[in-house]
């Protein structure tokens, strides 16, 4: 099984947030399997630490993505022309779209995020926590 995860689960587990993070570990515990994320969610996830000049913030996202996932994606032309046709098909926007064909192009079987609209793409199982 391979889980994409969405920027904000990620942004849950790192930051350990009250409401969030326990229920995105349970989750991910629960599916099992590779972890895997895009370049997106790296840049996503470090605006607010490089926004804040949080040192410590940025070495705790490195760390979690060197050492916690399988993989980071890469978003290249084939994930490119996939977001186009989602963003087409669908009211998301551009970072939503290039995550959601990069999950669907490297073959992932689920998509974790916090965004219920997402739920109405039909090209991966989507779960929402």
Known sequence: MRVY????PIIYMVEQNPAF???????VAALGGDLVTSHIAWLEALVHPYRSNDAAAIAD???FFRNR???VL??????????ARIRAAFPFKTPD????AAAVEAGCDVFLTND???VQFT??????I
């Not at 993070?21 to 989750?27: F, I, L, P, R």
């Not at 890469?74 to 490119?80: F, H, T, W």
């Not at 090209?123 to 929402?128: K, Y």
């Open 123 to 128: 090209g991966i199982t989507v779960e929402v």
């Open 74 to 83: 890469s978003i290249d032309r084939a994930a490119c022309d996939r977001a």
């Open 5 to 8: 995860l969405d920027s904000a």
């Open 61 to 63: 996202f490195d760390d």
């Open 116 to 118: 219920q609209q997402l």
């Open 21 to 27: 993070s326990g229920a995105v570990v349970a989750k």
């Open 69 to 71: 996932l399988t993989a």
């Open 97 to 100: 779209a290039l995550h959601l």
